[in-house]
């Protein structure tokens, strides 16, 4: 049985549209996730959404299940909370983020959704993939046990 779902596209840069998505049936070790909630980063999202990722940046900016391709037309994101609807029976019911595009539901391998804990809002979870971005910071400057390191940023 195949399902319909909805995906916000970049169809050019600055111009956006919602576009059907068909769902097959989650094989063995996939869920089935009907998105809650999703997040814009302010600042990736705002160079993928203008066109402005540097072609030097494509392979290493591209998102977990990204569609097409810098500049445009791509299906990106990567802040995304929801349900399970289907999958292994210990994440049926579950609140889960997963680095997943704008859309409003989606199949992907089970290992690739993590479980929301019970005491944190799914409005709140959907900022979880924000903290890659200090990650990132570390990875590239490379800080040294001792140095002081700051963040700074207009993000979320």
């Not at 068909?22 to 980063?41: H, I, N, Q």
């Not at 089970?110 to 959907?126: E, G, I, K």
């Amino acid at each position: 049985m195949t399902r319909e779902a909805y995906a916000f596209w970049l169809r050019s840069p600055g111009e956006g549209e919602i576009r059907p998505v068909r769902l097959a049936d989650p094989g063995e070790d996939e869920v089935l996730v009907r998105t809650r909630f999703t997040g814009v980063s302010r600042g990736t999202e705002t160079l993928v959404f203008a066109g402005r990722v540097p072609a030097d940046q494509y392979a290493v900016m591209r998102a977990p299940f990204q569609e097409g391709d810098f500049p445009a037309p791509v299906k990106y994101g990567y802040l995304n909370v929801g349900v399970v609807e289907e999958g292994p029976a210990e994440l049926r019911g579950r609140t889960v983020f997963c680095l997943h595009p704008h859309q409003t539901a989606y199949v992907v391998p089970a290992s690739a959704v993590v479980p929301v804990p019970d005491a944190v809002p799914p409005a709140r979870a959907v900022l979880a993939g924000t903290v890659e971005t200090a990650v990132n910071a570390l990875w590239d400057a490379a800080p040294l046990v001792g140095d002081r390191v700051t963040v700074v940023g207009a993000g979320m």
